[in-house]
């Protein structure tokens, strides 16, 4: 089973920096990798899907990258609104389609 | 407009079972994949089960195999989670969501979740 490790478990941010996050998996999982953001009390919201393509109506600011078993996802001068956990999930329709433990952006 | 919603969520007592139910509506869910993902109470999110269109493939996580059943009936516009021996390490919300498939690029992606439904095993 392949496992995604994602780190940092905390990232302390300001409005208007940048947030790198990373996802690694045991295993190549080549590009099929999707990113999630979720919010307290909020559904899962897909942000990033085939490792770098953004999903319908997700602003620019969202970059994903990688490929194989090292991936990151970037956000740009982060709005209040991209405070929350982000979670990567292998995508690649083949069970299990296993998630990383998550990387929780707050504010600093 | 998509939408999911489920329900049959609430206290069960361990060894116990319970029947989720996933209500679809804006698309045709015979044309796609279905998952069930839960979240422990202030835990990440876990893949649970997923069931292909027209049911030609079903898995499941290991920590549900032999316990869970996921199910659908397209003629109802539903998904189901039929659980059973359940455990005090079930308590979660469970949310179902579907699974697109972009031909443009060749990828699959959870496009749209429901609001989710909280089982809770204690005795």
């Known amino acids: 089973e392949i496992v995604l490790t994602q780190s940092p478990a905390t990232l302390s941010l300001s409005p208007g920096e940048t947030a790198t996050l990373s996802c690694r998996a045991s295993?190549?999982?080549?590009?099929?990798l999707a990113w999630f953001q979720q919010k307290p009390g909020q559904a899962p919201r897909l942000l990033i899907y085939?490792?770098?393509i953004r999903a319908a109506g997700i602003p620019g600011r969202f970059t994903g990258r990688g490929s194989e078993t090292e991936f990151t996802l970037t956000i740009s001068s982060l709005q209040s609104e991209d405070f929350a956990v982000y979670y990567c999930?292998?995508?690649?329709?083949?069970?299990?389609?296993?998630f990383g433990g998550g990387t929780k952006v707050e504010i600093k | 407009e998509v939408q999911l919603v489920e329900s049959g969520g609430g206290l069960v007592q361990p060894g116990g079972s319970l029947r989720l139910s996933c209500t679809a509506s804006?698309?045709?869910?015979?044309?796609?994949?279905m998952n069930w993902v839960r979240q422990a109470p202030g835990k990440g999110l876990e893949w649970v089960s997923q069931?292909?269109?027209?049911?030609?493939?079903?898995d499941s996580a290991e920590s549900v195999k032999g316990r869970f059943t996921i199910s659908r009936d397209d003629a109802r516009n539903s998904l189901y989670l039929q659980m059973s021996r359940l455990r005090v390490e079930d308590t979660a919300i469970y949310y179902c969501?579907?699974?697109?498939?972009?031909?443009?690029?060749?990828?699959?992606?959870?496009?749209?979740w429901g609001q989710g439904i909280l089982v809770t095993v204690s005795s």
């Open positions: 969501a579907r699974e697109n498939y972009d031909p443009s690029y060749g990828y699959y992606l959870f496009d749209h």
């Open positions: 804006g698309f045709t869910l015979s044309a796609y994949s």
């Open positions: 069931i292909t269109g027209s049911s030609t493939r079903r």
């Open positions: 295993q190549s999982v080549s590009t099929y």
């Open positions: 085939g490792a770098s």
């Open positions: 999930q292998k995508s690649d329709n083949w069970p299990p389609l296993t």
